[in-house]
């Protein structure tokens, strides 16, 4: 694993920190010269936390919540939005989605711990996973989860046992993929005929399967689910995999004369990583999936659903923000700078794994035009460990704090202890207060589960 070829083309922009516009939390600022986040110093703050450092901006977070759901409540009464917890999720996160009003998917048995362990409703939890083992699937139905997305006839009749043998009716949805291609990066694309995903509509596979889920003992079939991507731009996809979601809808309804009430459309909703992005807003997205299920509906003759959408990365992307320290600096003329810091695909494999892209600044010297191109190079004995590849950057020295904007999503729920590294703290900041809600690693803590 390497880094691409330098862009030797690639001229700093001289922007400002507040020139980067969506890219910043809420309540980024300059003040002093240096980055506030949440009425907090980041420069004090990374000195008296360490770094490398997850930093969250609640009150972003919190706002991004409520827009959704007053966007899409507007619009259809019968809507919910369930926070997609594997973009980002500790026990704080689960508190405050709950204290929103949202519901919560999880993805495997460790995320449903916890939810449950900060004290989330089990009714308004989502069960996801396309591999869901039976213990996961019984901690799940044992817990009174609300509803399980079912993804294969296996995984159907593990849940119509484990039901029965608890003596409760199982809701669940089927995930369904709609053969809709989502104009995204090939590894975020699930709603595809080519996916581990659901039950594909090839050939009418996934409605022969809705026999088997009507008929099978202590389940009940409550809705259908889809998702076509992650980091979408263009919305032009999701009328298309919602027209294919309601006409099956309408299929099951004169087949089996039983009209489904719930429809989840997944989420996929792209963010700003850089400040040239223009992703569509909340409001937009509301609007075009709305307006399809509307009209879907009104089309192929049945009721208007219960509609869900299950934003992650659109939620906690923006107000994440991750502090390093430079440590080494190196120059080769004619290729690179090298900027490294005390972090790296540690704390964020997203570069490493997709050449991501992300905006960085020196948090001391937030004032001043990013007037150097660099790459920020991890800690790790890898070629391809960085954090940013070939970006604008104040001109930096050694000691100097280095902010990167739009890492709440996919960094800390995908961070690892490579070569030994103590995964990063978590620190929530809201008006002028800092709160660690999830402590910094230790060395004892990486070798806690050693005999």
Do not use: W
């Not at 490398?52 to 991004?64: I, S």
């Not at 396309?130 to 995984?155: C, F, H, M, Y």
């Not at 391809?384 to 280095?402: H, K, R, T, Y």
Request: some cysteine.
């Amino acid at each position: 694993m390497s880094l691409p070829a330098a862009d030797l083309s690639k001229q700093p922009d001289n922007r400002t920190t507040m020139d980067l516009g969506a890219v910043l939390p809420a309540t980024a600022e300059v003040r002093g010269g240096h980055l506030f986040v949440g009425g907090v110093d980041m420069v004090e703050l990374a000195r008296e936390q360490g770094t490398a450092l997850y930093v969250m901006d609640e009150a972003d977070l919190r706002e991004r919540m409520r827009a959704y759901l007053r966007s899409f409540r507007s619009r259809h009464e019968n809507s919910d939005i369930v926070y997609a917890s594997k973009a980002f999720l500790n026990k704080e996160a689960v508190r405050i989605v709950a204290q929103e009003g949202l519901c919560l998917d999880v993805s495997g048995g460790g995320e449903l711990a916890c939810a449950l362990a900060a004290g989330f409703p089990a009714e308004r939890i989502f069960m996801h996973g396309n591999n869901k083992t039976p213990r996961e699937l019984r901690e799940a139905i044992s817990a009174g989860v609300g509803r399980i997305i079912i993804d294969s006839r296996i995984e159907l009749a593990r849940i119509s046992e484990i039901a029965g043998e608890l003596g409760v009716e199982q809701a669940v949805y089927m995930r369904v993929t709609p053969g809709v291609e989502a104009d995204t990066h090939q590894y975020v694309r699930t709603g595809c005929e080519d996916s581990k995903f659901g039950f594909t509509m090839r050939d009418g596979f996934a409605f022969s399967c809705v026999k088997d889920v009507l008929a099978a003992p202590n389940v009940r079939l409550a809705g259908l689910h889809c998702h076509i991507g992650s980091q979408i731009f263009a919305l032009h996809s999701y009328p298309e995999a919602v027209e294919v979601m309601v006409e099956l809808m309408a299929r099951i309804k004169r087949e089996y004369g039983i009209e489904l009430g719930e429809l989840d459309v997944g989420g996929g909703l792209g963010v700003a990583y850089t400040a040239d992005d223009r992703p569509a807003s909340i409001d937009e997205f509301a609007e075009t999936v709305t307006s399809a299920v509307r009209a879907a509906c009104a089309k192929h003759g049945v009721a208007e659903p219960r509609l869900l959408t299950e934003p992650g990365r659109s939620l906690v992307a923006t107000p994440g923000v991750t502090l390093y320290t430079v440590g080494i600096i190196k120059t080769l003329p004619g290729i690179r700078k090298y900027v490294a810091v005390d972090g790296g695909m540690s704390d964020n494999i997203r570069t490493a794994l997709y050449h991501a892209d992300y905006e960085p600044v020196v948090a001391n010297k937030a004032d001043l035009p990013r007037t150097e191109i660099v790459t920020i190079a991890g800690k790790h004995c890898e070629s391809g460990d960085a954090v940013v590849i070939d970006m604008p950057l104040q001109s930096v020295e050694v000691g100097d704090i280095v902010a990167v904007f739009g890492t709440g999503a996919y960094n800390y729920t995908m961070s690892s202890n490579y070569n030994g590294q103590p995964r990063p703290a978590i620190v929530f900041v809201k008006d002028g207060e800092a709160r660690v809600t999830t402590r910094r690693e230790t060395y004892a803590d990486l070798m806690a589960r050693d005999l």
